[in-house]
């Protein structure tokens, strides 16, 4: 098993099989519970109707009936049915069925790429995308959504800050074709 983020070159390969990478010791496939609980700081499920939170605000979570949830409550729901776990360090794993099919990297451990400085970098070394989405808002260019179908991947290159934003693998719309 190839851990990911210890060996993040191997995010830029154009065809990755996916059987083969775990991202922070849970692989693609494995039971949403393999998750350890310590990391998780906020979760999201189909229990959950109401949801309040945000940068320096606790989150809260509410069911249909206006009941509040526990954190507890919601990451085991999702643990076992769909939704998503998001860690303190900036990386999701995406559930479906109770098992991970999803993972999205989008904070510090994308300093990795640093030195790519522009979209046109982005291309020399990850290569050119099965398809690619040009995000724009009010006429300004946002950034590019660039999709590997052959690594079932997506890089987010911000257009604003010249870096990539995100990267994501596995289960996730638009990454395995259309």
Sequence with gaps: MIEILDNLDVLSR??????TVEMGGTALGAPA?????R????????????????????SEYYDADGRRLTLDEVVDHAAQSDGFLYCADK??????AGAVVGFAIYGPQLSHFAHLTSYEDLLAVFGTPDRAHE????????????????????????AWDDRISLINLGAVEGNAGP
């Design 91 to 96: 990386l999701t794993y995406k559930i479906r």
């Design 14 to 19: 154009p065809h990755l099989d996916l059987t």
């Design 33 to 37: 519970t393999s998750i350890p609980r």
């Design 135 to 158: 995000d724009e808002a009010y006429g300004d260019l946002m950034g590019y959504d660039n999709y590997y179908w052959g690594a079932q991947k997506r890089v987010r290159w911000d």
């Design 39 to 58: 990391i998780i700081v906020q979760a999201q499920s189909s229990v959950v109707a109401r949801y309040r939170g945000g940068t320096n605000i606790d």
